[in-house]
């Protein structure tokens, strides 16, 4: 290495990984990645240029929206490649060390915390499952007042009837509210662990549909199945919501790791 030149962190796996099974997989800067070992651990790390994975370089091309996405495109490869061969504990994006005896000294540090986190994840993978609501199917269901604008002055008439499509309003969010947290409760019970994140707006989605929920789960890989079945049903048993399951992923939200 030069003194251009730092280690871009990718994951924390087991010796049982090196670069064998690395081979050909290359990284965010089109590098090959390759293995730092220590007490009983693995880093997958690759080689990267200071000046445009550095400090300020860096600040500057995370603000590039396109740099950004094919970047994290690029390092959850990485991971993705590494979880194929066993257990990974993903680092988050950026996780710069300046050579690889400073990687070492951290899993000499922290070995007790990467181990307990790998044996976590071992057998397990990460799904996502997200819930869009139909507001106008799950108003149906939803009792409507009896008029009173029949008497009433236009200004008054008005009035009552903004007040009544609020509270229509309301009661549609409410049920949506609800079969959100019935849908999380069950998901629960198929899950070793799961975290309720906030719903994204549509225009980082791409799609016009009412996000109501959005979670992510650790599951055991024998149960993968059963986990899929059930959001298959409480997609059919919900008019009004369409859940869609997305996975396997690395177990980024499980992980609890920094470097």
Known sequence: MTADEGVWLYSITTDSIGDAQLAGVTGVAGEPVRSVASAGLVAVVGTVSLSEFGQDPLQRNLEDLDWL?????????????VLRHGPTVPLRLATLYLDDDRVRLLLDERQEEFSTTLRRVTGRSEWGVKAYGDAKALAQNVKEEPSATGTAGKGTAYLLRRRAELSAQQDVERRAAGHADEIHSALLGHAVDGLRRQVTDPVLTGKRAWMIFNGTYLVDNERVDDFAALVSALDTERPGITLDLTGPWPPYSFAGIDG
């Open 69 to 81: 996405a094919a970047t994290a495109r690029a390092h959850d490869a990485v991971v993705a490649a």
